[in-house]
C-alpha cells in the first residue's frame, strides 16, 4: 500500500483546511485509516481514525468538534476537513493505513499545516 497526502499549507487562525490522503498499490481489506500529527520537539499523536467497515469515526479530544474525518471507499480516499484552526494545529500531519486482517501497517510521507497570522 501507498499513501500520497496532499492539502497542507499556510492558514490564519480561525481558518479551515481539508487534507487527503489516496491510497494505492494493493486489494483493500477490512481496515482503519486515520491522520495523526507531529509538532517540531513533541511526539507523533493521534488525530482522528475511520474503519472501513462502517462505526463511527474517533477523534482527539484536542480536534472534537473542529475537525471531521471522512472516507470515500470507491477511490480508497480519506479526508480530514479542518475548520477553525488554531495556532496549535501546526505540525505535520501524517496519514496511516493500519490493517485489521494481516501485519500490515503503512504511514505517508506527511503533510505541513501551518496555522499562523
Known amino acids: 500500500v501507498q499513501l500520497v497526502e496532499s492539502g497542507g499549507g499556510l492558514v490564519q487562525p480561525g481558518g479551515s483546511l481539508r487534507l487527503s490522503c489516496a491510497a494505492s498499490?494493493?486489494?483493500?481489506?477490512?481496515?482503519?485509516m486515520g491522520w495523526f500529527r507531529q509538532a517540531p520537539g513533541t511526539g507523533r499523536e493521534l488525530v482522528a481514525t475511520?474503519?472501513?467497515?462502517?462505526?463511527?469515526?474517533t477523534y482527539a479530544d484536542s480536534v472534537k468538534g473542529r475537525f471531521t474525518i471522512s472516507r470515500d471507499n470507491s477511490k480508497n480516499t480519506i479526508y480530514l476537513q479542518m475548520d477553525r484552526l488554531k495556532p496549535e494545529d501546526t505540525a505535520t500531519y501524517y496519514c496511516n493505513y493500519k490493517s485489521q486482517q494481516r501485519p500490515l501497517d503503512v504511514w505517508g510521507q506527511g503533510a505541513l499545516v501551518t496555522v499562523s497570522s
Open positions: 475511520i474503519k472501513s467497515y462502517g462505526g463511527p469515526p
Open positions: 498499490g494493493t486489494s483493500f481489506d477490512f481496515n482503519v
